[in-house]
């Protein structure tokens, strides 16, 4: 098992869900999904899940939101699955559009370029991104509360949840917890990490000690050491990172997958976080690249955050898409997709750099 200093996991095995559930407060806090009409069944599955593994106990609320109405049918079906309190919001032009001082003409353009890059070629893929990186804590919805955990249509939570993850969080003062960390697609964020930097150096920003997750200095280790161990897999060959240094430093293109985030808000709504925003907008990247909001977040966390504050939520099992977190000896009644590999030993995983950050190490 990981052996952390700095973050262990909140439960190893099952708690008593019950007594969780009765003798500690609920947390201002809700999940987060933005999603289509188009997405109901998978909106649905991830509900079904989270509420069976989770939520039947501790009944936190839902805020869905959409760039478009939501149709009865979306609204009656979701409220259906869940006894909590449940909000549907619509996302003005103001948050969900490109920003009107730039040319419409040259974003399209852009984009239209981005040929051969998953996603890149969809205006409305960038802008979910562009929603996810600066917007989504501005909607009123989302303001109310304190803490979010976000939910995608077609994820699945493969053991039991049985304590509160956003009061352990707050009782362990944690802003930002993830389930995979893994290598991000070099061609989506080719300046990413250069305009991070440069941002860093311009508000003189104070490296933090988590930082150095995000640096390849063990990056061709850790591939050498896979490689020997015969683990490499077809299945999640990555493209090599880009070696160019900046400032002495390479990215690795570790960061959080954030279908999956449970985290503070005051963290995004600080004026540390918007001035960082406020630079990647001006470089323009979210319609120039593609920039995701998930690499946005983590370079954000590594940027403002020190590594007492960010949580590995080892103990969960989850699932979405082609990858999954099984939580194996560590999570309570786990019951996890066979045919998904399990991400932590794979090439693309970031866990053994995150290991070596937090000052533990993995077992085999
Ligand atoms: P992936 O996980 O990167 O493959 O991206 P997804 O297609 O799952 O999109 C991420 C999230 O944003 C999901 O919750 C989608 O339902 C939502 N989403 C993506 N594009 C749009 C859009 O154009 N409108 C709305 N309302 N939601 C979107
Ligand atoms: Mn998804």
Redesign the pocket.
């Known amino acids: 098992p990981l052996n952390e200093t700095f973050d262990a996991p909140f439960a190893v095995g099952c708690k008593n869900v019950a007594y969780e559930a009765n003798t500690y407060p609920r947390m201002n806090a809700t999940f987060m999904v933005l999603t289509r009409n188009s997405d109901l069944d998978g909106v649905l599955s991830s509900m079904k899940s989270i509420e069976k593994r989770f939520n039947q106990h501790f009944n936190y609320p839902y805020v869905f939101l959409n760039d478009e109405s939501f149709t009865d049918e979306f609204k009656e079906a979701v409220q259906k699955v869940t006894q909590s309190k449940v909000q549907f919001g619509i996302l003005g032009q103001e948050l969900w559009d490109f920003p009107s001082t730039v040319d419409q003409d040259f974003i399209d353009e852009a984009i239209a370029e981005q040929v051969g890059i998953v996603y890149a070629n969809m205006p409305s893929y960038h802008k979910m991104c562009r929603f996810f990186s600066k917007q989504f804590y501005k909607h009123p919805l989302i303001q109310q509360y304190e803490w979010y955990w976000r939910l995608?249509?077609?994820?699945s939570f493969s053991c039991d949840i049985s304590y509160d993850p956003f009061y352990y969080m707050q009782k362990y003062n944690k802003v930002y917890g993830f389930v995979i960390a893994i290598k991000e697609l070099a061609e989506t964020v080719p300046n990413l990490f250069r305009y991070t930097i440069a941002h860093k150096k311009a508000v003189n920003l104070e490296t933090t000690d988590f930082w150095r997750f995000f640096l390849n200095d063990d990056y061709d280790k850790h591939i050498q050491t896979l490689k020997e161990k015969q683990k490499y897999d077809q299945v999640f060959v990555l493209p090599e990172p880009p070696l160019e240094q900046i400032d002495g430093e390479i990215y690795n293109l570790c960061h959080f997958w954030s279908?999956f985030e449970i985290a503070r808000l005051d963290f995004y709504r600080s004026k540390e976080y918007n001035d960082y925003m406020n630079a990647l907008e001006e470089a323009g990247g979210f319609w120039t690249e593609r920039w995701g909001d998930a690499p946005v977040h983590s370079l954000a966390v590594g940027l403002l955050l020190n590594r007492s504050q960010v949580h590995y939520f080892r103990d969960l099992g989850y699932q979405?898409?082609t990858i999954q977190h099984c939580a194996q000896d560590l999570g309570c009644n786990c019951d996890c997709p066979l045919t998904v590999p399990e991400i932590e030993p794979r090439l693309g995983s970031c866990i053994n750099r995150w290991a070596e950050v937090m000052g533990g190490y993995l077992d085999e």
Do not use: G, K, L, M
């Open positions: 995608e249509p077609d994820v279908n979405h898409s």
